[in-house]
């Protein structure tokens, strides 16, 4: 059995970003990943565009994510003008090919078609982890894991602490099922307000049935096609492979009843046609592991700053209703960010791993903030970093320094405001 320094489950943009950023420090690193590509979130649930990595004029989220953003401009495969407001849609097949190129430079190994299923630990350590593949199980054994799964399956297998959606009644955000239209005329299509109050209408009437109140599309970076996050699938656990199982097949249901409505009542659409639907529904929220320390939605709102920042945020509060109709939004201040600190990417009671995607220590309202995949590239480059950093040092990663990690961040491009200073 082949031995790694270390091994990253999860190849969304997390993983990605945290793969790199060990292999970039000289770690034998194996990436795996359940499907047969990378990209999870951006790719499998097919969630676009980028939300904002800017706060005001000034870009916070660099890193391991603008390399992928500089060589998705170099396909033209990023970007849409029409989309004044949110410009950072992408190609999702484009970004497949960029995460296969950029983690095959860097030398990360990566094993598709594997789910983890199960994990075996030693003490306050993991010592090694099996994965289901199609000649059974596998064994693979690291000497540090990083979680980028999303959901905190990894450290939940583990035996760490972990909560999971709003306190009072444990409901987690509704999970949307992407789909995109194509063969739209753009010209003809009325703005988002008018085709609101047409399905607004319609929702009074029987005819549509979905619980979200108003319609969300994104336009794309090919011609006449339009990406809907419309669909909301509330009251399933995201966590619960039956539960789950009903969700997709309810996302699905939802995805087909509106196509059908803008193709007979929205102009532009008469000719238009489904598409896609995406690989798999979308998850906002999930698990939350409890870690050194649990980031707030004061510490957002407030825009704190901490000394062991490792990555920073602008995206508002936005807590979609987990029983139905209405979203919650809470903005930062204008030009203004929030830092997340190293200690949420170390669970507590286990000495080799760290969690490098949205399910790091968080509550609720502050997950809402931090999940963004922008935010998430930049969580996973600094757990794949601490990782190295642990192994080279030869302290767990509660005890590491991390000005050092902040360091080799800060010479992988990332961005961590004004008070980090690096001799």
């Not at 693979?140 to 799964?149: E, G, P």
């Not at 009644?169 to 789909?179: K, V, W």
């Not at 399905?199 to 319609?215: H, M």
């Not at 798999?280 to 707030?296: M, P």
């Amino acid at each position: 059995m082949t031995e790694y320094d270390v091994i990253v489950c999860g190849g969304g943009p997390g993983g990605i970003a945290a793969s790199i950023g060990a292999a970039r420090m000289g770690k034998k690193v194996l990436l795996v990943e359940r499907y047969g590509f990378l990209g999870g979130g951006a790719t499998a649930m097919l969630v676009n565009p980028f939300m904002t990595y800017y706060s005001g004029e000034r870009q916070i989220i660099r890193g391991i994510f603008q390399e992928i953003v500089e060589r998705l401009k170099d396909m033209n495969a990023f970007g849409n003008s029409l989309m004044k407001e949110t410009p950072w849609a992408f190609d999702p097949e484009a970004f497949k090919v960029v995460a296969d190129r950029l983690c095959s430079e860097n030398g990360v190994n990566i094993h598709f078609h594997a789910m983890l299923a199960g994990v075996e630990t030693c003490g306050n350590e993991i010592n090694s982890i099996k994965v289901v593949t199609k000649g059974g199980l596998k064994k693979l054994k690291a000497k540090i894991y990083v979680d980028s799964t999303g959901d905190a399956d990894l450290a939940y297998l583990a035996g760490v602490r972990v909560e999971k959606g709003r306190p009072k009644d444990g409901l987690t955000q509704p999970m949307t099922l992407n789909f995109r239209m194509a063969n739209v005329d753009l010209e003809r299509m009325p703005s988002r307000g008018e085709i609101t109050e047409k399905y607004i209408e319609a929702k009074e009437k029987g005819i549509i049935d979905c619980p979200r109140e108003d319609i969300l599309f994104f336009f794309t970076t090919n011609p006449g096609v339009v990406h809907f996050n419309q669909t909301r699938v509330i009251k399933h656990d995201p966590t619960d492979s039956e539960s789950l199982s009903k969700a997709e097949i309810e996302g699905r249901r939802q995805s087909w009843e509106l196509s059908r409505w803008l193709i007979k009542n929205i102009p532009g659409f008469e000719n238009a046609y489904l598409q896609q639907t995406a690989t798999q529904i979308g998850i906002r929220e999930s698990r939350r592991v409890i870690g050194d320390y649990v980031l707030t939605v004061n510490d957002l709102l407030k825009t704190r700053k901490f000394d062991d920042v490792v990555a920073c945020g602008s995206y508002p509060i936005d807590i979609h209703n987990p029983e139905g109709e209405g979203t919650i939004m809470k903005y930062l201040e204008e030009g203004e960010w929030y830092d997340i600190p190293y200690r949420c990417l170390v669970p507590q009671n286990l000495n080799n791993l760290l969690i490098g995607s949205r399910s790091i220590s968080s509550t609720h309202e502050a997950h809402s903030s931090l999940r963004v995949m922008p935010i998430v590239f930049a969580i996973g480059q600094a757990a794949g970093i601490a990782a190295a950093v642990s192994l080279e040092t030869g302290k767990n990663p509660h005890r590491i320094d991390y000005r050092i990690l902040q360091e080799e961040l800060i010479k992988q491009g990332a961005f961590l405001g004004d008070n980090v200073i690096v001799e």
